[in-house]
């Protein structure tokens, strides 16, 4: 199609997808959008993401040195930073960190796995993809009676209840 050929509106042309050709170097499925990452392509964006970083850290140290905030509540990142490099650091908790990172990874592989594969498998056998969506359904909690008693305000006197001196519960509507 040339340039005098294009149509002008998207109505005057509606594509077909049958003339697409079939790219048959990737196999039945073209699995290149999960292999390939973005990176930065220039110094400038490079830059960008690291001005980023250097301003979140930052403004958060100067945010919380402005407002008083004690490192029991919210700890400095500048803290945080200089507690990594104690020695004692990594003797205390050095295992337990490699400990969770094993899990972390292990639990990261068996997911994306999973995942990949019911990816796989509901998009070349659409049947499957009606279980797993009753599955998911099935899967999300539903609303419940509440299991809690919900609070009554109860009148100034101490007498038995009346039909003129009723209780009146805070919350009128059900608890979902």
Known sequence: MTQSEVPRELRDEIPSFE???VHRDHGPIDWTGLTSIRTAKSGLEFAAIVAVAVAVF??????????NTPEYVFPKPTSVVRALFVHEFWLFYGHHLWVTLQEFLLGFAIGSTVGLVLAAVITQKPFVEKIVADMN??????PRAPSVRRPVLRPHSRTSQSPANPPVPFAQAPMT
């Open 19 to 21: 003339e697409a050709p």
């Open 58 to 67: 930052f403004g958060t140290e100067g945010l919380l040195r402005v407002t």
């Open 137 to 142: 359904t099935a899967a999300i909690p539903s």
